[in-house]
């Protein structure tokens, strides 16, 4: 350890110490004794207290020799010489401050109520204090979308109110971009001296290194600026996090209708495993499921929660983990939109007393079960013909004969509008006057009746046509995994429809028998959805009504062709960046309020969609609008979350090596500050003051004694 002085020239007055050792050799000087017989009984009594004596004044020699070194080299204030400081510029420097604003600022220190944030203001603003009076100085802050930087100037009272505005951001940041912001306004300065001050936690994930450090342009050319960095976090070799970096909600229809299963990746950015974590499930302020989860040491872990809504609507709620040393990143929003139940009419092409007998039988017990999205109304072709196709979501026609032509222009004019259609077929129709009937709103056309084997003769089943390919990723059909998708394959089918060639570009075939045969076939028809079955739902014609696929492959065709079975990846705008809105055609005004009721820009795509400005905090928001010319309304169904990005979870440190081979050898580090700042060491120069007054009446004691 080297140590530089305060006063040096102080150090002169240690020549005083030479003092006692001048006086100790003067009194060394003894005359010549003379042998005197009558005080030498008395000499030799004292000879034991001559000893002491000759001890007291040894101590006395050290103690004022001591306290005449101590004393001026304590005037001269030593202190411990900071191998990290660069050489001072010659001349005033232009400076600018830059204060990282990101989300990892926000992190406490383990014992600290401050957060980084906050102890970078306090450093900073100590090294504007410290600038000399001719060095302009100005503040830069990192936000992508923050004014641009103005040049260094004199108004220290401009720049400390610029400290005061400057507010945590829960952005992510590049500070290399952010440097370059700052050399610019470098640029600007006449003065040809440059330094840069940037107060941040050094998180790697922040910088850029693989791109060349900033520069800054001068009459002289190009040069590089003295660098100072004001480590926030204190020289912490690691700022453990954990956080949710990712939800997923899908739909649990094995739990039951309007089930979903909320499924959080939890992320442990730290050396030491994460044990029994609370992870809650908020909708809205309650909480509806919570769990523990242990996460391995820099590795992931996955936290499943299920809730059953109690019925349709938007809802909105968070998974949250149990807060740490980063809150902002331990919460992920979502915004949900359930289905309503689905009103279902169901047409009983076929009635029958005997309940297994009757057509709409199997499909009336699979939609009428628990977890079912529908709530059917069974009638038979004459009394469908005067319900009101207005009130139903879904129409089922089970081999139904005929319509109406009234109410097939009706039924037409639903499905336009988005309502679903599925058609079963059997014995009771007719091929030509289907398509005459029904038109477009048939899949394809129909053709003739195929008959794989008659279910009467011996060794049926054997010959019986049975599904090959079904399009299990399709949503109706994607619960069916592994084992499971048995009892759709294992179904045999005697009859069925073959249709005519068609316009294949607009159908989806859904399965197809082992002869190449389309079984199911789905299409649009203006906003809805048709769905086509070749054979029929009842055992007149196949047995897969018996089937235990039957039942969850009926509720989830019903709840497809409805609109109601969305199993799209959950939409999470993250912040800073902008979210594109469909409204419904017609709608205008469009108003965008944040979680704390800011209003957010909005501005027309190129496509003709709304676009938010890029929002600048986590939480829910909420759109309004004015549809046909009505007073302005909430719009639920375009209400969104907005969540943090992951990449500021990471707080993996820089190493201060590695800077500085970037930012080259005029770097210097400095650590600590803010409110949290651990006191400093007591100075070396009060230390030897202390000892000094101590000497002093130690001296005192001696001289007394």
Request: net charge neutral; glycine share 8%.
């Amino acid at each position: 350890m080297s140590l530089e002085f305060a006063n040096p020239w102080m150090l002169w007055g240690s020549a005083l110490a030479a003092v006692p050792l001048i006086i100790h050799l003067f009194n060394r000087r003894r005359a010549r004794p003379h042998p005197f017989a009558a005080i030498d009984f008395v000499l030799r009594s004292r000879r034991r207290t001559a000893r002491r004596l000759r001890l007291k004044r040894l101590l006395l020699f050290l103690v004022r020799t001591l306290f005449l070194l101590a004393l001026p080299i304590a005037l001269a204030r030593p202190q411990q010489k900071r191998e990290d400081v660069a050489a001072a510029p010659q001349g005033p420097a232009a400076t600018v401050i830059v204060l990282d604003t990101s989300l990892s600022m926000g992190y406490r220190l383990p014992g600290g109520s401050a957060t980084l944030f906050e102890r970078a203001q306090g450093m900073a603003r100590d090294a504007l204090a410290s600038l000399a009076p001719e060095d302009p100085a100005t503040l830069v802050t990192c936000e992508a979308d923050g004014p641009p930087p103005t040049p260094p100037g004199f108004e220290r009272g401009a720049v400390r109110e610029a400290f005061d505005r400057a507010t945590l951001t829960y952005e992510p940041q590049d500070m290399t971009a952010c440097f370059a912001r700052a050399a610019r306004a470098l640029a600007e300065s006449p003065l040809p001296s440059k330094r840069l001050i940037l107060a941040t936690d050094l998180t790697a994930a922040a910088f850029r290194l693989d791109v060349p450090a900033p520069t800054i342009a001068t009459s002289q050319g190009e040069v590089r600026p003295e660098v100072v960095l004001l480590d926030a976090a204190g020289g912490a070799k690691e700022l453990p996090n954990a956080a949710i970096s990712q939800l997923r909600v899908e739909a649990a229809p094995a739990i039951g209708h309007r089930a979903y299963q909320f499924t959080a990746t939890v992320t442990n950015h730290s050396s030491s495993p994460l044990k029994d974590a609370t992870a809650l499930l908020r909708v809205g302020k309650d909480v509806v499921a919570k769990g523990f989860v242990d996460v391995p040491a820099r590795g992931t872990a996955v936290k499943t929660l299920s809730y059953r809504f109690p019925a349709g609507g938007v809802f909105q709620g968070a998974m949250e983990l149990g807060h740490d040393s980063l809150e902002a990143d331990d919460v992920r929003h979502f915004a949900l939109r359930v289905p309503r139940d689905i009103k279902a009419l169901v047409v009983d092409g076929e009635p029958n007393p005997v309940r297994f007998l009757d057509e709409a039988f199997f499909v009336e017990t699979a939609l009428g079960s628990p977890g079912s999205p529908a709530r059917p109304t069974v009638r038979d072709a004459e009394a469908a013909a005067q319900e009101d196709f207005a009130e139903y979501d879904v129409f089922l026609l089970l081999n139904v004969r005929e319509l109406p032509a009234a109410k097939v222009l009706q039924l037409r004019e639903r499905v336009l509008q988005g309502a679903g259609l599925l058609v079963s077929l059997g014995d009771q129709v007719d091929g030509e006057a289907y398509n005459a009937l029904f038109g477009d709103l048939l899949v394809r056309p129909l053709h003739l009746v195929k008959t794989a084997a008659d279910r009467k003769e011996e060794g049926a089943e054997k010959r019986a046509a049975r599904l090959a390919h079904v399009a299990f990723d399709h949503p109706a059909f994607s619960v069916f995994t592994g084992e499971g998708r048995e009892g759709m394959l294992a179904a045999r089918t005697y009859r069925y429809f073959l249709l005519a060639p068609g316009d294949a570009s607009q159908v989806t075939t859904l399965a197809s028998y082992d002869d190449g045969a389309p079984a199911l076939l789905e299409a649009r028809r203006g906003k809805g959805r048709v769905v086509l079955y070749t054979s029929s739902v009842d055992r007149s014609w196949t047995d897969w009504p018996i089937r235990t696929s039957f039942l969850p492959a009926m509720q989830r065709l019903t709840g497809w062709i409805s609109g109601a079975l969305d199993e799209k990846g959950l939409e999470q705008a993250l912040v800073g960046e902008a979210k594109a809105l469909e409204p419904a055609p017609g709608t205008t005004d469009l108003k965008v309020l944040g979680p704390d009721d800011q209003e957010l820009r909005l501005a027309t795509s190129t496509e003709g969609k709304a676009v938010t400005s890029g929002p600048r905090a986590p939480g829910i928001y909420r759109v309004s609008g004015s549809r046909a010319g009505a007073a302005a309304a909430p719009l639920p169904e375009l209400t969104f979350a907005v969540n943090v990005h992951p990449r500021e979870s990471d707080l993996a440190r820089l190493d201060e090596t590695e800077l500085k081979s970037y930012f080259g050898e005029r770097t210097t580090t400095r650590k600590g500050g803010g409110q949290d700042e651990v006191p400093p060491p007591l100075p070396l120069w009060s230390m030897l003051l202390a000892l000094a007054a101590g000497l002093l009446l130690s001296e005192g004691l001696l001289l007394r004694s």
